[in-house]
């Protein structure tokens, strides 16, 4: 029969009050020195790991204001929600279908 691993818990929890001390010991000192910047190839690496907002889709996104008639609105709103779309899904794909044809 295999015996069963224990966990980190468990075997700290069965060691001694200075056992434990020692262990969590290096985790209480406090480092005090300046922090280094990052070097341009470490912040080009880091700004690759990080992503922020949306991912980008096409030549990517932007905002515009554009004055609709109520009905229209209220029709897109209608079917936006009929296939599960936003709002500006249904607008876009119109907008390509529209610019298919043309």
Known sequence: MKKKKTSYFDRF????DQQRKLEVAEFD???L?????????ERKRFERT???????????AEKIRVSL???LLAQ??????RRH?????????????????A
């Open 69 to 71: 008639e109520r009905g």
């Open 13 to 16: 929890m069965a060691m001694s």
């Open 50 to 60: 990080v992503k922020r907002g949306r991912p980008r889709v096409g030549m990517g």
């Open 85 to 101: 779309m936003s709002r500006s899904q249904v607008i876009a794909e119109g907008l390509r279908l529209l610019l298919k044809s």
């Open 76 to 81: 897109t709103n209608k079917l936006a929600e």
């Open 33 to 41: 020195r300046p922090g280094t910047s990052l070097t341009v190839a």
């Open 29 to 31: 000192k406090e480092d």
